[in-house]
């Protein structure tokens, strides 16, 4: 078993991890919320809270990103080599890229709807300049959808790898991160 302990006082800094926790409970709970909201229909509104809190995902995404470009990461542990160290840095990529697709995304469709993309009743936030026939609308509402199942998948194998490396190769991969 692999137990090489590099590195292993240094972990991502706190602006870094204050971001990935604040992101990861703010995303999950939007993604339940998409997937929910027509069970939820006549219980409670989740659209406009959903709508808000994507945008919210996006303006601290795109924060997060510049922080990212701009900081140094800890070194990961010297055992995590090759394949998975470039699977890893692949999945963060992604796990980025759908940061940024799935509120676009939600933002243009809806910016071709008749309701207002308000935040959390402060404001509204400005409409895209999209009408409802623009292809660009219906492959945006789509690739929604299909865009959230893949976003679920990913956090599950990106958290199902930071248990792998608590729980079994018992590194220091996930107290850097906390
Ligand atoms: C990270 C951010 C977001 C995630 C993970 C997310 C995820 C989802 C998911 C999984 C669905 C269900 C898809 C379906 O079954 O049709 C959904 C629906 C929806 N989302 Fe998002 N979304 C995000 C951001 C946004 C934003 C920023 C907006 C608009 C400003 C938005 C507007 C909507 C609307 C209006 C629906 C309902 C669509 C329908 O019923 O046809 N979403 N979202
Ligand atoms: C919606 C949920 C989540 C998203 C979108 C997400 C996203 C990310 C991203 C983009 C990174 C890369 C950080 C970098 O720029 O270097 C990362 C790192 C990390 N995440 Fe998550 N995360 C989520 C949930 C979780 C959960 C629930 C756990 C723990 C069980 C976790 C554990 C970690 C760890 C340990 C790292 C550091 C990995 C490394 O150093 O290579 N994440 N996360």
Redo the contacts with the bound molecule.
Sequence with gaps: MATTFDGQRER?NSV?RAL?WI??VL??GNLAGGLLHDALEGVIEVIPLHKATGILILALTVFRIMW?LTTR??P?PGHVRGAERVG?QAA?VG??TL?LLLPITGWIFSSAGKWPIGFYGLFDVPKLPFTKGDPIVGAAHEGHEILGWVFLAL?VL??AA??R?HFILKDN??R??A
């Design positions: 991502y870094a990935h992101l990861a995303i999950i990212r990461p800890p990961l890893a963060h796990l980025y940061m956090i990106h958290v930071a248990l490396h991969v996930l850097r991160m």
